[in-house]
């Protein structure tokens, strides 16, 4: 970008001709956007600016002000805000600043400057920088001035389809006169999909719909795509462009800033493809670091592989997405994936896949010869042998298990050797193959585990619900992250002495005095000695853990401690949820084994083996947890060599802190990925499936009509409960009361601490398997997983009913 000079910074009044992308600073986002489409030759109304020297001056300019407005011939003026935060890639600030129209007159004219400066610290403008987490003392705000133009027809285009996300798509909003009044909502428009010069589809905006008004005329649209394919040209990403026809029929062009909210582009390739986001497996939504990239990518790469596929796994937005295009494309694999997603996915992903299914565009192929096999006939041997020997003895594979995590945690140490950055580098390369012993005495018991959980209710169809099933998978034992939820309960209850001193501190001042051993001994050390490689999103190797930042883990304690009748203390209600489902296995059993006496006893068989072995399901992220803890300190003791901030380091590859160690400065790379990855956090969705054409697949599905007032989503957990809610973007700042439903996008077992207080749990994503349901279940709390929007369809303090049964979620005004 260029840079303006000391003479440019010094004026107060600018043509609008001479702004352009470099002046930002002095002429702000919008003047920034107008000079630039005069500069590519666009029809643009002709204008000024005043800029923010004016505003650093706090004095109008009046002189200048009248000598450019008398240059421009008087008569009715646009004035609009031009701040030097807004209409830029990370922040559009749509609507947050005033503008003035059909101003006439000096004296108007310079009170309506004055009002486009008062708006920058107006009540919208300030919310939506605290949103944004902008710096508002960073925040300046210049004046665009511009002859008016009288319409007969107005609007926005997007160079890109908002909605769906379709970049080979435009959608244009189109009502009569000013084009203000549709993009304030003051009057009808007409929404229309443009897909190509001579082809524009009048109706549903993709999910959006659309509403009738002004009927467009013949000919207009023509002229607006091909100039929204110039003006996409010029600044190189999807625009959002004000546009007015006048009576003569004239295109101009009132303003033009990137679409902020579209989800980034997937790698750009010949053909259609498909990729599903695989992080929410992991209960992650949030964007992974570089460094977490590449390793979560093998990871999950061979945790694929393992189910008898081969999945590219590509990052889109800094999230794990896997290609299935070759998969939803081959004949034999279209038959499992349904099938995968509805298990390891959730219902949305399975909905979306079943979408892509009936796609013509992914048609199976034709190419049906043989191919390699995804998994060796040794492995399924391999497989077949574990699963039984863990059915067939239990107790010995769980102590088989058991042994190989601490195997693992020992191996995770680095060597004593490692001492310079290169040594260092080497452990973290070289770290990470198993032996098959080892694999096979972690994996097969908990693949063991988990079919003795899902067969069931398959065996069982008429004659038990799942509902049925699921109640004798309460309280199930040698669950590893229940043991950490309990045992923080553990703890927090011998600190009711220091009550006060914990409730009234907020969690981040604890964890920095606990650093500095400037806190009371409450046990926390022996904790995170035990469970301080863990976090939420702890599966990214560039998150910090407990044991680096424990403010989660003081902000779970202040909520344990609010906790005061006893007949909520989580031991006691996981204890009873254990007791309830072995009462309900012995009914179930009784009743499976009169009515289907062959398939009941095996269901109850395998009921049986799932209290003993499902539990073991989290011991293998557990243990991997170890060596990715050891993985991270060996990179941050890196990155203290390279950098001010050790953290650095991981938004770099390996090859490339290879590269810095050479002796390249790439402080640059890291700064700029910084920054997108502070912008990603930000996001609130994240596409289930995305198209190669930037399509969120889920947004192309029919509406569904819930009913006023109910949102319908999975049901997890069985139960009924109505209580407040309180919607949680992050369990480090989390405050739960006793009570409170939990509504959150995802969760990972860092998230599973809230559990032992909440009353009931609501998820955006998820499967029935997944790590956050099926602790739930464990504690006996209703859940309801997959409810699309729940964070923003839901307010904390709002009144809701749980139904994990229906699977509903039912809110009150």
Not at 268 to 278: C, G, H, I, K, N
Not at 340 to 345: E, P, S
Not at 402 to 422: G, I, Y
């Amino acid at each position: 970008m260029q840079s303006y000079c000391k003479e440019e910074a010094q004026v107060s009044v600018l043509p609008l001709s001479e702004a352009h992308a470099g002046l930002v600073p002095l002429v702000g986002g919008k003047a920034a956007g107008l000079g630039e489409l005069i500069r590519a030759g666009e029809r643009v109304p002709d204008g000024f600016c005043v800029t923010t020297e004016a505003y650093r001056a706090g004095v109008v300019p009046q002189d200048e002000v009248r000598a450019a407005y008398a240059r421009l011939g008087g008569g009715p003026v646009a004035v609009r805000s031009s701040a030097t935060d807004e209409d830029l890639p990370d922040a559009s600030f749509a609507g947050q600043h005033d503008t003035v129209l059909d101003v006439e007159g000096e004296a108007d004219l310079v009170a309506a400057i004055d009002t486009c400066w008062k708006s920058l610290h107006g009540d919208r403008a300030v919310a939506y920088r605290e949103a944004h987490g902008t710096d508002p003392a960073d925040a300046r705000m210049a004046v665009v001035v511009q002859r008016m133009v009288t319409p007969v027809r107005a609007g926005v285009l997007y160079t890109a389809n908002p909605v769906t996300g379709n970049r080979t798509e435009m959608l244009v909003d189109v009502g009569t006169g000013l084009g203000t009044r549709v993009v304030d909502g003051h009057t009808d428009a007409n929404h229309l999909v443009l897909t190509g010069a001579d082809h524009p589809e009048d109706g549903p905006a993709g999910a959006a719909g659309a509403r009738r008004g002004a009927a467009p005329g013949p000919g207009w649209h023509d002229d607006l795509w091909t100039a929204g394919r110039r003006i996409q040209a010029h600044f190189g990403v999807p625009q959002d462009v004000e546009w007015a026809i006048d009576h003569d029929g004239t295109l101009w062009l009132l303003q033009s800033r990137p679409v902020t909210t579209l989800f980034p582009l997937p790698p750009q390739t010949d053909d259609l493809r498909v990729y599903v986001e695989f992080g929410n497996v992991q209960g992650m939504l949030r964007p992974v670091t570089p460094m977490g990239m590449s390793t979560l990518s093998r990871m999950i790469a061979a945790m694929v592989a393992s189910l008898g596929m081969r999945v590219e796994i590509v990052d889109i937005g800094g999230r794990l997405y896997g290609d299935l295009t070759d998969l939803v494309r081959r004949p034999a694999a279209r038959k499992r994936l349904v099938r995968l997603m509805a298990v390891d996915f959730g219902p949305r992903a399975q909905a979306v896949m079943e979408h892509v299914l009936r796609d013509p565009r992914f048609a199976p192929s034709g190419d049906r010869s043989r191919r390699p096999a995804d998994a060796s006939l040794g492995t399924a041997l391999r497989a077949l042998r574990g699963i039984l020997r863990a059915l067939a003895r239990p107790d010995a594979a769980r102590d088989r298990l058991l042994a190989a995590v601490d195997r693992l945690r020992a191996e995770s140490t680095a060597p004593p050797q490692a001492h310079t950055a290169h040594e260092r580098l080497r452990f973290v390369r070289d770290h990470g193959e198993d032996t098959d012993d080892v694999a096979d005495d972690v994996t097969w018991p908990i693949v063991a585990g988990m079919l003795a959980s899902a067969l069931p209710a398959q065996l069982l169809k008429g004659v038990a619900t799942e509902a049925d099933v699921h109640a004798v998978l309460r309280g199930v034992p040698h669950n590893v992250t229940i043991e950490m939820d309990l045992a923080l309960w553990a703890l927090a209850s011998a600190a009711r002495p220091h009550r006060d001193l914990l409730l009234d501190t907020p969690p981040a001042e604890l964890a920095a005095r606990y650093l500095r051993g400037a806190l009371p001994e409450i046990g926390l050390a022996a904790f995170l000695s035990r469970y301080g490689h863990r976090a939420a999103a702890e599966a990214d190797v560039g998150v910090p853990r407990w044991a680096e930042d424990p403010t989660p883990v003081f902000a779970a304690i202040a909520n344990y401690l609010r906790l005061t009748d006893p007949a909520q203390a989580p031991d006691r209600r996981f204890a009873e949820a254990a007791g309830a489902a072995e009462a309900a296995l012995n009914e179930l059993a009784a009743r499976a084994v009169r009515q289907r006496p062959v398939r009941g006893r095996i269901a109850v068989f395998l009921l049986r083996r799932a209290r003993r072995l499902a539990g073991l399901r989290e011991s293998g992220k557990f243990a991997g947890l170890y060596r990715l803890q050891a993985v991270r300190e060996q990179l941050l003791l890196i990155g203290s060599t390279l950098f001010p901030v050790a953290d650095d380091v991981m938004f770099l590859t390996l090859d490339e802190v290879e590269t810095a160690l050479g002796g390249t400065d790439l402080s640059g790379l890291v700064a700029r990925r910084r920054a997108t990855h502070r912008r990603e956090l930000r996001r609130r969705v994240v596409p289930v499936a995305i198209l190669s054409d930037g399509t969120d697949v889920e947004s192309t599905l029919p509406a569904t009509d819930d009913g006023e007032g109910l949102l319908r989503g999975v049901g997890a957990a069985t139960g009924k409960v109505t209580g407040p809610a309180r919607v949680v973007t992050d369990p480090a700042t989390a405050y739960l009361e006793p009570g409170e439903i939990l509504v959150t996008a995802t969760t990972d077992p860092g998230w599973t601490p809230l559990f032992l207080t909440a009353a009931a749990l609501v998820t955006e994503t998820g499967a029935v398997m997944a790590h956050g349901p099926t602790v739930a279940r464990e504690y006996g709390i209703p859940a309801v997983i997959s409810v699309p929007g729940a964070t923003s369809r839901i307010v904390t303090g709002q009144v809701i009913t749980v139904d994990g049964a229906a699977g509903t979620v039912t809110t009150r005004r």
